[in-house]
């Protein structure tokens, strides 16, 4: 049995280490063991590092650009408009206070230098959207820094002030008696400035009954009337002894009042003055300009006169419009006025020369 228990174990031992024998297996003997492929240690693998993708850039991801925030636009704080004081005793109104007004005011018998309306405030009034009536007397008395619009005034006399600056009239119907405007001057002929400074009249009505002149400034400066309508049946329209720096443009003048109506506007001893782009209508022997007595640095151009009226009247050379004068009824006239008080009616002989109609001519030689 000894000897055949080797015999049996034998093919066992073969049977198991053919069955243990690795894949891919090299048997050394020196060592008796096997090394076998899947025996070697896999290297271990360093780690690699967890990187966190950056991202793409695409359309959608490119900076917007920013505008700025735009200022916020901050609303102006509403001025109210206060109604006109209530009448005084003396049956007037009084505006004394710096402010924007409107309102009606209606003026019995006042007296006739008196006014309805008085501004007595130099800090800035304006005098919107009004009604002035009044039996007697003038309309308004205006101070400095002024702006009187949109508004009537229906009285003898308009609206008056003596020594003013920074006044404006824009927009007002003047139905008056005789003087619609007046700014008044005295002694002040030779004073730098003018004492009546920087007047604006603007698209503006002028409407009379009679009396000289519809608009009248005495020694103003840095003057502008324009896009006003002009009919006077007083002897002018316009009237501005002493004046400096003045611009006439575009206005109309319907001159056609007879018989006492002759003239749109006066420039006598006036220093620097534009009358331009207006529009005047009146018969022969009437005239847009008249002027005298030193009148210096006219310029007259671009005007339009139609119905046999003159352009400019008595300077050298004479004017050549239509319906122009003779050099002796220039003469005379001249002549009459530098010696006659400045408001006497013209003598009846001279008036008709003036108004070009026949006579005995040689009353003017």
């Known amino acids: 049995m000894k000897k055949l228990l080797p015999l049996l174990i034998a093919p066992l031992l073969f049977i198991y280490t053919a069955a243990a024998e690795p894949v891919n297996c090299v048997y050394i003997p020196e060592h008796d063991k096997y090394i076998c492929d899947n025996a070697t240690p896999t290297p271990t693998q360093t780690p690699v590092p967890t990187v966190t993708p950056t991202a793409t850039a695409t359309a959608s991801a490119t900076p917007t650009s920013v505008l700025p925030t735009a200022t916020p636009t901050i609303a102006p704080t509403a001025v109210s408009t206060r109604p006109l004081p209530a009448k005084s005793p003396?049956?007037?109104y009084y505006i004394t206070q710096t402010g924007i007004y409107s309102g009606t005011a209606t003026c019995g018998n006042i007296g006739a230098g008196a006014?309805?309306?008085?501004?007595?405030?130099?800090?800035?009034?304006v005098l919107q959207d009004f009604s002035i009536t009044t039996a007697q007397g003038y309309g308004l008395q205006f101070d400095n820094n002024v702006t009187?619009?949109?508004g009537t005034i229906t009285a003898p006399l308009g609206a008056s002030g003596h020594h003013k600056i920074n006044t404006t009239f824009d927009t007002v119907v003047f139905d008056v008696s005789t003087v619609a405007l007046q700014y008044i001057g005295s002694g002040c002929e030779a004073s730098n400035p003018r004492p009546n400074l920087n007047v604006t009249v603007r698209?503006?009505?002028?409407?009379?009954?009679s009396g000289h002149e519809l608009l009248y400034m005495k020694c103003a400066q840095d003057v502008t009337i324009e896009g006003n309508q002009f009919k006077p049946n007083s002897d002018w329209a316009v009237s501005l002894p002493d004046g400096v720096n003045v611009t006439i443009r575009r206005n109309t003048?319907?001159?056609?009042?007879?018989?006492?109506?002759?003239?749109?506007?006066?420039?006598?001893k006036v220093s620097n003055a534009l009358v331009t782009?207006?529009?005047a209508t009146g018969p022969a022997g009437d005239w847009l300009v008249w002027t005298c007595c030193g009148t210096a640095g006219l310029t007259v151009t671009a005007n339009t006169v139609t119905g046999g009226m003159g352009t400019l009247c008595c300077v050298t050379p004479p004017s050549t419009g239509d319906g122009g004068l003779s050099p002796y009824i220039t003469k005379a006239y001249t002549q009459f006025m530098r010696t006659t008080p400045r408001y006497a009616s013209l003598p009846h002989s001279i008036n008709k020369y003036i108004k070009g109609t026949s006579g005995d001519r040689g009353l003017l030689r």
């Open 115 to 125: 006014h309805c309306v008085h501004i007595w405030n130099s800090n800035g009034v």
């Open 148 to 150: 009187i619009k949109r």
């Open 90 to 92: 003396d049956g007037t």
């Open 277 to 279: 782009e207006n529009s």
């Open 253 to 268: 003048f319907d001159l056609t009042s007879e018989p006492g109506n002759w003239l749109g506007i006066e420039l006598p």
């Open 203 to 209: 698209n503006s009505t002028f409407l009379n009954d």
